[in-house]
C-alpha cells in the first residue's frame, strides 16, 4: 500500500509563500500532484508533475504563481506557492497514480491533506 505524507501546510497573509512537500512511499513511479478543497467547494485540482519532473502541469487558477518540483529522491514532490490569495484557502491534498505522464484524471492515491489558511 502506497502512502504519501504531506508536510508544509499553515496559515499566511495575502501575498505570503508557503511550500508543501510530499512523499511517496513505494516503489513504483508515480504521476504526482495537488488537489485542493475549500470549505462547501469540491475538490479541485492543482498541479501535476511526472515522476522524472520533466513536464508539469497546472490549473488556470494557480499558473504563474505556484510552481512544482521534484526533489533529486525522485520520491519527494514540491508545491512552492507564491503570492497566495485568501481564495487560496483550502486542505490540499497530495495524490499519485501509477505510471508514466502527468496526468492525475485517475488518482490512485491520497494523502490525508494539509490545511493552508490566506488571510487577507
Known amino acids: 500500500q502506497v502512502q504519501l505524507v504531506e508536510s508544509g501546510g499553515g496559515s499566511v497573509q495575502a501575498g505570503d509563500s508557503l511550500r508543501l512537500s510530499c512523499t511517496a512511499s513505494g516503489r513504483s513511479s508515480y504521476a504526482m500532484g495537488w488537489f485542493r478543497q475549500a470549505p462547501g467547494k469540491e475538490r479541485e485540482f492543482v498541479a501535476s508533475?511526472?515522476?522524472?519532473?520533466?513536464?508539469?502541469y497546472y490549473a488556470d487558477a494557480v499558473l504563474g504563481r505556484f510552481t512544482i518540483s521534484t526533489a533529486s529522491a525522485k520520491n519527494t514532490k514540491y508545491l512552492q506557492m507564491n503570492s497566495l490569495k485568501p481564495e487560496d484557502t483550502a486542505v490540499y491534498y497530495c495524490?499519485?497514480?501509477?505510471?508514466?505522464?502527468?496526468?492525475?484524471?485517475?488518482?490512485?492515491?491520497w494523502g490525508r491533506g494539509t490545511q493552508v489558511y490566506v488571510s487577507s
Open positions: 495524490a499519485a497514480r501509477e505510471g508514466p505522464g502527468v496526468d492525475l484524471v485517475q488518482v490512485d492515491y
Open positions: 508533475i511526472t515522476w522524472s519532473g520533466d513536464n508539469t
